[in-house]
């Protein structure tokens, strides 16, 4: 080796020099790295330059639905996203489901007291590289779930050309939605709730495409729970079989891990998996998207003097019925009703302000938040969950049905007392069905339905009074029944369900009690009709399908165009028991007026 090699090689390695050479490098780099931070820190929170997110770039295009643009009266401003991003609101959006007339967000509010907040709707551009937003009021906000833990948010559909990824705004904190998922349902395939029943957890969901009426194979259907960290990246920890499967309902057992500890199970999402035929193998399910989180309907139970059962109670589900409410509840209390359970189909009147007033009145009814469109058969199969654990009956009808006691005969004494229905008559009724045939799960009651009677505007002293007309033959019949008798499906038809073997129905005689439908009223009240139906297997007014079905008007056709001589039809006889039973039992003697009157005055 030599002398110049050697020199070389100890300058290199000389320890003198080494680590100032290294503490200078880092220092440069440091001050480099620090400084370009403070620049980027400077252009962030600088309003004028247009950065663009990818919070609001669609991630879903859902084909059968259009995102039609939002009726021009809707509040709307454009801002850049810079004015939603100074700070996040401490909410989390869990879950988006797209309506054929709004975007449903679903929330987890974290304590937020929402009665004291209110949102508007974030949308973003489609346009690539367009950083402009749009805001537009929320139609509704509801809380919801167990200790109303959720928040509901209707929004508007997004304009032309804008993300139905919507996001959400309070107009009283600044800031966005935090953690949001950007997933977007449609309304049309997805499971959407889910609730235990003893060892089991039932689900519903839409897209299963199963037969009405029918109890399906349950072998190609299976549940799926997400649990920690597989629930966040849309993973599912542990699946069991499908016990049973019938139209939008899928009951399978609960996993052993959930079982020993149950209250563990709430609040876990869970999902339906779906073989595409009976003879695939396990690993081949295809999962339905899902924004269901499992509650348990006990904890829900409203506390009862002595914990014992209310005899008889009512479910329905209404959309935009809260002027046909007070008197339907007045009426039916007076024969018996104990408790009532409104499941709301996405009103926007003022139901929950009459609801409130008629709990203050000691009318024992709670309103249950219910979005999910064109699920009045799952709806009804929920409510009898729910009601399982409070009722011994539960009645399921319309708020235009209403119970009818004619003069009761010698023959039919072992049903009721004979002469006039005195107070409480429904409810000994089916108390004493309880106590004399304790097989008899389910009571029929043939239906009588009603036209507008020659009126041309509502009747001032409601239904009961102003309907007097109706057709001569009977139409269908509406169910009393016993939730603790259902069959395990939980299959019905609306008019009646399915029960366990063991128990029967029972067809309640014409000359004991009837329910009077006032099912074509004056036109202003019918055309509302025309907006959609909620029953899952009934179609729409506006659809040409089953014209001569009896759930239609005959002869009305597909638009909501008044027919010539409308209040004179369905008019065969005329039928006055129900309004003289009213005014004899209800009308206050010295002012002549009926108690929903002097509630409207």
């Not at 390695?13 to 440069?28: A, H, K, W």
């Not at 590289?129 to 948010?153: I, M, N, P, R, T």
């Not at 997805?190 to 199963?210: C, S």
């Not at 799926?224 to 399978?252: M, N, P, W």
Request: glycine share 6%; net charge positive; aromatic share 12%.
């Amino acid at each position: 080796m030599d002398s110049s090699d050697h020199r070389k090689r100890k300058r290199i390695f000389r320890p003198s020099t080494y680590p100032y050479s290294l503490v200078y490098v880092f220092t440069v780099r440091s001050f480099v790295l620090c400084f370009s931070f403070l620049i980027f820190l400077f252009l962030l929170s600088y309003h004028n330059i247009p950065f663009t997110s990818s919070v609001f770039r669609p991630v879903l295009v859902v084909s059968s639905l259009s995102l039609l643009s939002s009726s021009s009266d809707l509040y709307s401003t454009s801002h850049s996203f810079q004015d939603f991003s100074s700070s996040l609101l401490d909410l989390t959006i869990e879950g988006r489901v797209l309506f054929p007339d709004h975007v449903l967000l679903m929330v987890n509010k974290n304590d937020l007291a929402v009665k004291d907040t209110d949102f508007e709707c974030v949308y973003g551009s489609n346009i690539e590289g367009d950083g402009v937003v749009v805001k537009e009021k929320a139609f509704s906000v509801d809380v919801y779930g167990e200790s109303e833990s959720g928040v509901l948010v209707r929004c508007p559909l997004p304009p032309a050309n804008y993300s139905a990824v919507v996001n959400l705004r309070s107009f009283r904190r600044s800031g966005v939605m935090k953690k949001s998922n950007q997933t977007v349902n449609s309304w049309e395939n997805v499971a959407y709730a889910a609730t235990l029943d003893g060892n089991t957890v039932v689900v519903f969901v839409k897209g299963l495409n199963l037969r009405p009426d029918r109890e399906s194979d349950s072998r190609q259907f299976s549940c799926h729970f997400g649990l920690g960290s597989f629930e966040k990246d849309g993973r599912y920890a542990l699946g069991t079989k499908a016990i049973t499967a019938a139209q939008e309902v899928v009951r399978c057992s609960v996993p052993l891990s959930i079982v020993k500890s149950p209250e563990k199970a709430r609040g876990i999402r869970v999902t339906i998996g779906m073989l595409p035929h009976i003879h695939a193998k396990a690993n081949e399910h295809v999962f339905l998207p899902s924004v269901a989180k499992i509650s348990d309907l006990k904890y829900e139970k409203r506390k009862n003097v002595g914990n014992v059962k209310y005899d008889l109670c009512v479910c329905t589900m209404v959309w935009n019925q809260a002027s046909a409410l007070r008197e339907w509840i007045t009426y039916h209390s007076w024969l018996g009703v104990e408790r009532w359970f409104i499941y709301d189909n996405n009103s926007d009147d003022n139901i929950k302000d009459v609801i409130e007033e008629l709990e203050t009145e000691n009318y024992n009814v709670t309103r249950h938040v219910w979005p999910w469109i064109k699920t009045q058969e799952a709806g009804f199969s929920h409510c009898a969950l729910r009601a399982k654990q409070e009722c011994s009956w539960v009645s399921f009808m319309d708020v235009d049905e209403y119970f009818y006691f004619p003069y009761s005969t010698p023959g039919h004494q072992s049903l009721r007392s004979r002469g006039y229905a005195g107070q409480h008559s429904l409810r000994s009724l089916v108390a004493n069905l309880s106590s004399s045939s304790p097989r008899i799960a389910e009571i029929r009651t043939t239906c009588h339905s009603f036209g507008p009677s020659g009126l041309n505007s509502a009747p001032s002293q409601g239904i009961t009074v102003g309907y007097t007309c109706r057709l001569k033959s009977p139409e269908r019949h509406k169910s009393i029944i016993r939730p603790d008798a259902l069959d395990t499906t939980l299959l019905n038809v609306v008019h009646h369900f399915h029960l366990r073997k063991g128990f029967r129905y029972m067809n309640l005689p014409q000359s004991t009690a009837v329910i009077n439908h006032y099912k074509y009223q004056v036109w202003e009240v019918f055309r509302a009709k025309f907006f959609r139906r909620v029953a899952t297997y009934v179609a729409d007014w506006q659809n040409n399908q089953n014209e001569g079905s009896r759930d239609r008007a005959p002869g009305l056709g597909t638009e909501a165009i008044e027919p010539p001589n409308w209040p004179l039809q369905f008019c065969e006889v005329w039928d006055t028991g129900l309004r003289d039973f009213v005014l004899s039992n209800f009308a206050d003697l010295s002012t002549g007026l009926l108690p929903w009157e002097k509630s409207s005055f």
